[in-house]
C-alpha cells in the first residue's frame, strides 16, 4: 500500500493533508535540517530513507544547498513529485529501505518512515547499518513518533494528537484514523530507541521533543 492510501489521502494532497494529521510537522523537519547544518562537510552525501515527496529533502538543501541527495522510497508517485518538488536536486531510488543496499554517506535521514519496520529486531538491525554506512561524524536524523514509556504519559499524549486532528476532522474520524494507522505503523519507546541507537555506535540527542513526537540526532 501506498502511503498517501495508508493515510487515507490523494497523493496530491498529501503534502497540504499532512499538516492536518501529524502534530508539529514543520517544527520537527525543521529541527532535523538544523541538525544537518552542524555537519562539515559543505556538501554531504545524503540517503533520505522513506523520501515522500521530498519535504525534509527540501529542508536539508535549504541549509546545504550543495548535497547530494538520493531518496529512498517503495512509492512511485511519491518518488515522482518528489523530483518535481525538487527539479533534479535530487536522484531516486525505488526500492524497500530496509533492504536498499546503504553506500557510505554523511547523513542518513528519516521523516515518518521508520515506524514502519515492524519490529524490535529489524529497527536496531537498521540502526547498525546506517552506523556501518555513515562516515565518521556522519548523522542519522530521524522525525517520528516515540512513545513515552509511562502510560499516563502515554493516554495524555494520545489525547493530544486526538485533539491536533479534531482541528480538521471530526471526533469519530479523528478516532479512526488513528485505529487504522496502528493496524500498519509500529511505534516504539523513545528509551527504547535511543538504546538500539547508542548499541548501534551513536552518540544520541533529542533534539525536539513535543507530546510522543521528536526529533532524534545520532552521530557516528
Known amino acids: 500500500m501506498g502511503v498517501a492510501a495508508h493515510l487515507g489521502i490523494k ?5 497540504a493533508v499532512i499538516r492536518t494529521l501529524i502534530p508539529y510537522y514543520e517544527g520537527l523537519l525543521d529541527a532535523a535540517a538544523r541538525a544537518v547544518d552542524t555537519l562539515g562537510p559543505r556538501r554531504p552525501t545524503v540517503i533520505d530513507l522513506g523520501t515522500g515527496t521530498g519535504a525534509l529533502a527540501s529542508r536539508l538543501l535549504a541549509v ?9 522510497d517503495e512509492d512511485a508517485g511519491m518518488l515522482a513529485m518528489a523530483e518535481k518538488r525538487l527539479h533534479g536536486r535530487i536522484t531516486t531510488a525505488a526500492g524497500n529501505f530496509e533492504r536498499w543496499p546503504i553506500p557510505p554517506c554523511d547523513v542518513i535521514s528519516a521523516s515518518f518512515a521508520l515506524h514502519h519496520i515492524r519490529t524490535a529486531r529489524r529497527k536496531a538491525a537498521l540502526y547498525k547499518r546506517s552506523g556501518a554506512s555513515l562516515k565518521r561524524g556522519g548523522l542519522l536524523v530521524t522525525a517520528d513518533c516515540f512513545l513515552s514509556t509511562d502510560a499516563a504519559l502515554r493516554r495524555k499524549d494520545r489525547a493530544a494528537w486526538i485533539e491536533h486532528l479534531r482541528k480538521a476532522y471530526s471526533p469519530k474520524k479523528a478516532e479512526q484514523f488513528l485505529r ?3 493496524r500498519e505503523d509500529v511505534y516504539f519507546t523513545l528509551n527504547q530507541e535511543l538504546h538500539w541507537l547508542a548499541d548501534a555506535g551513536f552518540r544520541v540527542d533529542v533534539v ?3 507530546a510522543c513526537f521528536a526529533t532524534i540526532v545520532a552521530r557516528r
Not at 64 to 72: D, E, F, K, W
Open 11 to 15: 497523493l496530491d494532497e498529501y503534502d
Open 64 to 72: 546545504r544547498p550543495r548535497a547530494r541527495i538520493t531518496g529512498v
Open 180 to 182: 487504522a494507522w496502528a
Open 208 to 210: 525536539l521533543r513535543q
